[in-house]
């Protein structure tokens, strides 16, 4: 952390007073973190958009949560991105023109209700809102892929196939109600596909899907009273092998009753995250050093840099069609009702 970037930072937050407020994800370092109004997990971010009186938000995180804190905001809100090129590789995995492809393919007999993980594309989100899909979350996986399986003759998951995996298990499917895809137009026509309950586009978040069961065992070994829990994006013999597995927030309320009770823990995330409860609670460790590119692009200087462009009025907010809007915004708001209905 350099003090001359957190100085000029720290005085431009204040020129801008209440017309600023900067948002960041756990998975953003420390020197990030610390200019943040507010941090959470996508879920929280999400529903805090609307709620925050700033006209000016700063979302300090990977391209897609900009852009779906864009699709929130009022009219007379802007959302600002301090490192544009910085998209999650998970999201790359599931282009809009394919899954539309997909989607149109796969509910030609029946109907196939798509549920995108938020870390996708707005263009994405404007499919699945387009087809009565929805968003969810690592947080509510569970939840939309319940209200999911209910709402069609079948479930279109994307693009993440261990949280799909790991969220069916949880909801007391087993291998045979699903399929994880191949993207062939031949394979998708396939008539044992209509048996499927669940279809799973093939994607993975890389810096996640590295965590292997193995690494765990280790662990235990090294570290036998210590208890483990991993993020659902690691796959599934891995969450299998662990104590239990949740969202970035439940992996920090695990970190904090740890830290009254004193039990060890092992935490299987994004390493800046893990860090961080360490830096709080000694006996939090990781199980492997596990960065994300794309969230550590976002630093205190592209901050800085971007905060001066919105100060001399030359920084691009991030736009959307009227199109992409609205459908993606249907997407996004069905996850929050049918939250808000079953809390
Ligand atoms: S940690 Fe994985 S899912 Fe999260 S932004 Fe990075 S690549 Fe995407």
């Known amino acids: 952390m350099s003090c001359d970037l957190s100085q000029k930072i720290d005085g431009l937050r204040k020129k801008m007073g209440s017309r600023l407020c900067i948002l960041g994800h756990h998975y953003q370092t420390d020197a990030v973190i610390r200019h943040c109004d507010f941090t959470g997990d996508s879920l929280e971010l999400s529903r805090k958009v609307p709620t925050v009186d700033a006209e000016i938000l700063v979302f300090c995180g990977v391209f897609f949560m900009g852009e779906s804190a864009a699709l929130l905001t009022r009219p007379d809100q802007k959302v600002y991105i301090p490192a544009e090129h910085a998209e999650c590789m998970m999201a790359l995995m599931a282009g809009a023109y394919e899954v539309e492809r997909v989607v149109r393919t796969v509910n030609t007999t029946r109907r196939v209700i798509p549920l995108a993980y938020v870390n996708t594309q707005a263009g994405v989100k404007s499919c699945v809102g387009a087809y009565n899909g929805a968003v969810c979350t690592s947080a509510n996986a569970d939840i939309m892929l319940d209200w999911a399986m209910r709402e069609g003759d079948a479930v279109l998951f994307l693009p993440d196939r261990h949280l799909a995996c790991n969220t069916a298990k949880r909801l007391g499917l087993t291998e045979k109600d699903w399929q994880i895809l191949h993207l062939s137009q031949e394979a998708l026509s396939d008539p044992a596909l209509q048996e499927k309950r669940l279809l799973i586009w093939p994607g993975c978040c890389p810096v996640h899907a590295q965590l292997r069961q193995e690494q765990i065992e280790a662990f235990r070994k090294k570290v036998p009273d210590a208890s483990v829990y991993v993020h659902p994006e690691c796959p599934p013999e891995v969450v299998s092998a662990s104590d239990g597995a949740g969202s970035t927030s439940f992996l920090i309320a695990k970190a904090k009753e740890a830290e009254k009770t004193g039990q060890k823990l092992g935490?299987?995330?994004?390493?800046?995250?893990?860090?961080?409860?360490?830096?709080?609670?000694?006996?939090?460790?990781?199980?492997?050093?596990?960065?994300?590119?794309?969230?550590?692009?976002?630093?205190?200087?592209?901050?800085?840099?971007?905060?001066?462009?919105?100060?001399?009025?030359?920084?691009?907010?991030?736009?959307?069609?009227?199109?992409?809007?609205?459908?993606?915004?249907?997407?996004?708001?069905?996850?929050?009702?049918?939250?808000?209905t079953i809390r």
């Not at 995250?273 to 969230?295: F, I």
């Not at 959307?320 to 929050?336: F, H, N």
Request: with cysteine.
């Open 267 to 340: 935490i299987g995330t994004e390493s800046n995250l893990v860090a961080r409860l360490h830096k709080s609670n000694a006996s939090v460790q990781g199980l492997l050093p596990m960065y994300c590119p794309d969230m550590n692009a976002v630093t205190e200087e592209r901050l800085l840099t971007l905060l001066q462009a919105i100060d001399a009025n030359k920084a691009k907010a991030l736009s959307l069609s009227e199109k992409e809007r609205k459908s993606a915004k249907e997407a996004i708001t069905r996850m929050l009702t049918v939250c808000d």
